[in-house]
C-alpha cells in the first residue's frame, strides 16, 4: 500500500511538473529593441507642389519562446506602449504617452476631392483602435517613437495623435536639439516590457536623430 500511496504521489507531482512546464513554455514574453535601421524615409507630397522629406524612428517589440521551454509562446494579447522622454539634465520632460503601432493604418479617411487631390480627414476612431495590437510568435511589429522633419532642427515624439497637427508636429512634444532619455513600456496581459533608449538629436537633417539602446 505503501508503495501504491508513493507512486501516485510522484505521478501526481510528475503531472503538475509538466503541465507548469507546458503552461510556462506558453506565456508570451515580449522583447523590445531597435531596429536595424533607425530611421525610416519618407516624402508626402503637398499642395503647393512640393515635398515633406521626414524620417519615422521605430523600435521593434517581438514574442520570443522562453529559454528551455518546450512549447510556446502564445500571443501576447492588446499590447499597449507608453512612451516617456526626459532630458539628460532632467529640465525637459514629457510625461508618458501612447505609442502607434505601425501594422495599424493611419488614422485617416479620405473625405473629398478637390482640385484631383483626395481631401483626407481624421478618423478619431483609427486613433482608439490603434493603440492596442495583438503580439504573435516570431513576430517582429513596429512601434514608433519619433519623427524628424529636413531642414529642421527640432525633432517630435510621435504616435496617432500627432495627425491632428500639421506635419504630425505636436508642439507639447517638441524636442530641441540635445539628448534625451526614452523610456518604452509595453503592457500585456501577464507582464511589462520595458527598454530604456537614448535619443541624440545633433542636426537639422532628417538623419540627424539617433536612436541608441542603452
Given at each position: 500500500?505503501?508503495?501504491?500511496?508513493?507512486?501516485?504521489?510522484?505521478?501526481?507531482?510528475?503531472?503538475?511538473?509538466?503541465?507548469?512546464?507546458?503552461?510556462?513554455?506558453?506565456?508570451p514574453a515580449l522583447?523590445?529593441?531597435?531596429?536595424?535601421?533607425?530611421?525610416?524615409?519618407?516624402?508626402?507630397?503637398?499642395?503647393?507642389?512640393?515635398?515633406?522629406?521626414?524620417?519615422?524612428?521605430?523600435?521593434?517589440?517581438?514574442?520570443?519562446?522562453?529559454?528551455?521551454?518546450?512549447?510556446g509562446p502564445r500571443?501576447?494579447?492588446?499590447?499597449?506602449?507608453?512612451?516617456?522622454?526626459?532630458?539628460?539634465?532632467?529640465?525637459?520632460?514629457?510625461?508618458?504617452?501612447d505609442g502607434r503601432?505601425?501594422?495599424?493604418?493611419?488614422?485617416?479617411?479620405?473625405?473629398?476631392?478637390?482640385?484631383?487631390?483626395?481631401?483626407?480627414?481624421?478618423?478619431?476612431?483609427?486613433?482608439?483602435?490603434?493603440?492596442?495590437?495583438?503580439?504573435?510568435?516570431?513576430?517582429?511589429?513596429?512601434?514608433?517613437?519619433?519623427?524628424?522633419?529636413?531642414?529642421?532642427?527640432?525633432?517630435?515624439?510621435?504616435?496617432?495623435?500627432?495627425?491632428?497637427?500639421?506635419?504630425?508636429?505636436?508642439?507639447?512634444?517638441?524636442?530641441?536639439?540635445?539628448?534625451?532619455?526614452?523610456?518604452?513600456?509595453?503592457?500585456?496581459?501577464?507582464?511589462?516590457?520595458?527598454?530604456?533608449?537614448?535619443?541624440?538629436?545633433?542636426?537639422?537633417?532628417?538623419?540627424?536623430?539617433?536612436?541608441?539602446?542603452?
Amino acid at each position: 500500500m505503501a508503495g501504491l500511496a508513493l507512486a501516485f504521489i510522484l505521478g501526481a507531482l510528475a503531472s503538475l511538473a509538466a503541465t507548469w512546464l507546458v503552461e510556462y513554455g506558453a506565456r508570451p514574453a515580449l522583447h523590445i529593441a531597435p531596429p536595424s535601421q533607425w530611421g525610416v524615409r519618407r516624402q508626402y507630397p503637398q499642395p503647393d507642389g512640393g515635398f515633406v522629406q521626414a524620417a519615422f524612428y521605430h523600435v521593434l517589440v517581438s514574442n520570443h519562446r522562453r529559454r528551455c521551454a518546450p512549447l510556446g509562446p502564445r500571443p501576447a494579447w492588446s499590447c499597449h506602449a507608453e512612451l516617456q522622454v526626459e532630458s539628460d539634465d532632467g529640465a525637459l520632460r514629457i510625461p508618458p504617452i501612447d505609442g502607434r503601432w505601425t501594422a495599424h493604418p493611419e488614422p485617416v479617411a479620405p473625405a473629398a476631392v478637390a482640385d484631383g487631390r483626395s481631401i483626407l480627414l481624421l478618423d478619431p476612431g483609427k486613433i482608439l483602435a490603434g493603440r492596442t495590437i495583438d503580439v504573435h510568435r516570431h513576430q517582429s511589429l513596429e512601434l514608433c517613437v519619433a519623427l524628424k522633419l529636413d531642414g529642421e532642427d527640432e525633432f517630435y515624439l510621435f504616435n496617432n495623435d500627432s495627425y491632428r497637427f500639421p506635419h504630425w508636429k505636436n508642439p507639447a512634444w517638441r524636442l530641441p536639439r540635445g539628448s534625451y532619455g526614452l523610456r518604452v513600456t509595453v503592457s500585456y496581459e501577464i507582464g511589462v516590457a520595458v527598454r530604456e533608449f537614448r535619443l541624440v538629436n545633433h542636426g537639422p537633417g532628417r538623419d540627424d536623430l539617433q536612436l541608441v539602446p542603452l
